[in-house]
């Protein structure tokens, strides 16, 4: 089943656990022995595999200044946050915290916001939004503000907006959109403005439309048009500064088309087609410039599949696929380069494993196993490199628990 956006998630959601059921035992050594137990109705398997676990600390070391950076290799539990919430977005603030804000509780909008302190692991509430919404985006602007916008409400659709001050802990209003949406994109571009583009509002139903936040003046402008009407898309800002959009649903159907935006003429542009047409993926901008797109949902079911965008030629090239196909997963950069792809949902149901994308080889590794099967959820990376995953739908329902991968 894929689910999806419009209105709420289906209350109907699987009751498996898609994954396998992991025993690590630790020696004294920095080898590893994993004992694997896959169960199906009706056979059982036991694999063993012996491997080499390392973790990575990087120092460095400045006349006023001492920071360290980690390559993780396995999840921890951390401390859940007050509410149970999907749909929500978080932002690592510049002060090492993070911010949770709306989202979804069991056909409930939310306007909380809560805050999770990276060097204590504790979670405390902050000043509400004016507004409930989820399925909004959230973007750090230039004056360490943190604009929310749009998103799905009480009265519906939402066009408004409003700015979160982290040294107040307070919400203020600020200029509405023009048009609503929600299930769209909010990319900061280099010259400090807002681009919001695309979603879904039930009136125009799948949006062209994009538009520019100005922090100096509070107020949006319209900008030129998408070629094609999306939502559930990915937008990713090139090294050039364009913002590359792929993917998407619209009324036609699964999108795979791309288009890229140029900041210095507001006009969009056709770019290469992605092979398959996906919604629901990830999209993740690489340390060679390239982006990677994972995963997803097309007419053909739950996507295993990932390709690569070269920004130098504007066309897509087949990389290697992951073990398991998934649809509204996360992806987060590691600190040294690697992708990291955790939790989603597929056709045998909600997902607690992860996998790794080697840049260098285009080939996927098994990652440890989340301690919670979830999907809807959000991944953050921390200052330091460990990843902070929140919420999201689990077996027993919506989730307030968040985990590391340290």
């Known amino acids: 089943m894929v689910y999806y956006f419009v209105y709420e998630v289906p209350r109907t959601v699987a009751t498996t656990i898609a994954s396998t059921t992991t025993t690590t035992k630790t020696t004294s050594t920095t080898s590893t022995s994993r004992t694997t137990t896959t169960k199906t109705a009706s056979t059982i398997t036991t694999t063993k595999t012996t491997s080499t676990i390392t973790t990575t600390k990087t120092t460095s070391t400045t006349p006023s200044t001492s920071t360290t950076t980690y390559i993780p290799s396995r999840w921890l539990n951390t401390s859940s946050m007050n509410s149970p919430r999907y749909g929500h977005t978080v932002t690592v603030l510049r002060n090492e915290k993070v911010l949770i804000v709306g989202g979804y509780f069991y056909s409930v909008s939310m306007f909380s916001a809560e805050l999770y302190d990276s060097s204590t692991g504790r979670w405390a509430k ?49 200029g509405n959109m023009s048009t609503a949406r929600y299930a769209h994109t909010a990319s900061v571009l280099a010259n400090g403005k807002v681009l919001a583009v695309g979603g879904y509002n039930g009136l125009d139903y799948y949006l062209t439309s994009a538009e520019l936040y100005d922090p100096s003046t509070g107020r949006w402008t319209n900008t030129g048009n998408m070629n094609t009407g999306r939502y559930a898309q990915t937008a990713s800002i090139l090294t050039n500064g364009k913002v590359l959009v792929s993917g998407g649903y619209n009324s036609v159907g699964y999108v795979n088309s791309a288009e890229l935006y140029d900041p210095s003429t507001g006009v969009w542009t056709k770019t290469g087609n992605m092979a398959i047409a996906r919604y629901l993926h990830t999209a993740s901008l690489l340390t060679n410039g390239k982006v990677l797109v994972v995963g997803g ?110």
Request: no cysteine; net charge neutral; aromatic share 10%.
């Open 126 to 174: 902050t000043g509400n939004m004016s507004t409930l919404r989820y399925y909004h985006t959230a973007s750090m602007l230039n004056n360490g503000r943190v604009l929310v916008a749009g998103g799905f409400d009480s009265n519906g659709y939402s066009r408004s907006a409003e700015l979160y001050n982290s040294s107040t802990g307070i919400w203020t209003t600020t």
């Open 297 to 406: 949902y097309a007419s053909i079911g739950y996507l295993n599949s990932a390709e690569l965008y070269d920004p130098s030629t504007g066309l897509w090239t087949r990389t290697g696929g992951m073990s398991t196909a998934r649809q509204v997963h996360t992806a987060s950069i590691l600190a040294n380069g690697q992708v990291i792809v955790a939790g989603g949902s597929s056709s045998v149901g909600i997902l607690n494993s992860a996998e790794l994308y080697d840049t260098l080889t285009g080939l996927w590794t098994r990652a440890g196993n989340m301690t919670i099967a979830r999907y809807f959820h959000v991944a953050s990376v921390l200052t330091d490199g460990r990843i902070l995953v929140t919420g999201g739908i689990g077996v027993s329902g919506d989730l307030n628990s968040a985990e590391l991968y340290v």
